[in-house]
């Protein structure tokens, strides 16, 4: 291929055949008969409810930044979500993380604030021929123009080892930033942190 996400470029390390399979061969996973309530699904119901909490911020107290999640929060699930049982499940998971969430992002707020949210970006690297694509959840800018990437994470994020060894998403997502990949959106920044978010347990 000659191109590739950076979400890829862990199955590249790990399992390359499968991104033949995907990229050479055109193969591709048959869509279960009935669709089902996966991590997928939870990771983009999640993406959504969150990406719109911060869109719309504004002055408020922590009880009524807490209120305003929540009811987000149903809003996306009763459209996106057509299992009553798991709605009120995730809806319960979010109820139990919102204090810690609300906490950290107002630290994360007094530090920089959020210019980018799900925005398409590429790199050329022209001696491989290759271009390293990538779909940003979340980028701050300081007052500096310093920028900190946040990608979200319903699921358990990579351990430092598995960073270093195959999944390098964001190590690469900021590589790009300050190749200009993504200069378009936050221009010719320096990246001082890269980190992600758990929604999880």
Known sequence: PVQLS???????????????????LGLRPLNP??????????????HSIFERFIR???PE?????????????????????????????????LDRIADQFL???????SIATPVLFEKQGGTRIDHLGFTLTARADRMDSDDAQNIYIYDYKTGAAPTKEQQTYFDKQLLLEAAMVERGGLAEWVGNSSVVQASYLGLGK
């Open 61 to 93: 107290t922590l009880e009524e930044a807490r209120t305003r999640l929540m009811t987000i929060a149903r809003t996306v699930m009763d459209a996106d979500t057509p299992w009553p049982t798991i709605r009120e499940m995730w809806m319960a998971r």
């Open 6 to 24: 950076v979400t890829r470029i862990k199955t590249l390390i790990r399992d390359p055949y499968a991104v033949y399979a995907e990229k050479v």
């Open 103 to 109: 906490a950290d992002e107002a630290k994360r707020l």
């Open 56 to 58: 719309e911020r504004g």
């Open 33 to 46: 008969l009935t669709p089902s309530p996966d991590a997928p699904l939870r990771g983009t119901t999640m």
